[in-house]
């Protein structure tokens, strides 16, 4: 049996283990890589931030636009006005986060929280729900995290507004990057 292709206990890998652990330093490249973005949105949660809003606005503005040329483009179509419309909202949404992008990180993290706020409710009941189940806990764990960080998030705004965003896609990146060198080693000693 050929070495690639045996665990070294005489069972033989499956081909996607043999093809990952070809390109494992490709995966632990991309995870340190990600570490590091993550360590300086951290450094400069602000600008992280406000990064991510002026991207989310170009976005919004050339989605518009390809809304709207779409309209146009199949006006025959009985969509047409909720077509255009949408392409006009896309673009007002747009421009007004690339005009205020103060403004749009605040609003972004407000939105943030009360996102947080909706689906720790969501979970807590849902958790109470299924005390039955194991593992219900862990659900409920989540639901009084996700309601403490809408907490922390509306009881410090405007002031969280400046960095709370740009620390969770900071310690998000950190925590991708951490699974993918884990992924890379672990595919390597397959």
């Known amino acids: 049996m050929d070495i690639e292709s045996d665990s070294g206990y005489g069972v033989p890998l499956p081909d996607d283990v043999i093809a990952v652990r070809g390109y494992w330093s490709c995966f632990l490249a991309a995870g340190v890589l990600l570490i590091i973005l993550g360590i300086v949105a951290l450094g400069a949660p602000f600008f992280t931030a406000l990064t991510i809003e002026t991207l989310l606005g170009g ?11 779409h309209a146009f483009r199949t006006r025959e179509w009985r969509g047409f006005i909720l077509g255009i419309l949408s392409g006009v909202l896309y673009l007002i949404v747009g421009v007004l986060l690339l005009k205020n992008p103060l403004q749009g990180v605040l609003t972004l993290t407000l939105l943030v929280a009360a996102f947080f706020l909706v689906e720790g409710i969501f979970k807590v009941v849902l958790a109470l729900q299924n005390r039955t189940m194991s593992g219900w806990v862990w659900l409920l764990f989540s639901g009084i995290l996700a309601l403490v960080l809408a907490g922390i998030i509306w009881t410090g705004w405007p002031v969280t507004g400046l960095w709370v965003i740009g620390v969770f896609v900071g310690i998000y990146l950190i925590f991708g990057g951490v699974s993918m ?5 672990a595919a390597r000693n397959a």
């Open 181 to 185: 060198v884990a992924f890379a080693l």
């Open 59 to 69: 976005v919004l503005v050339i989605g518009g636009i390809v809304h709207g040329l």
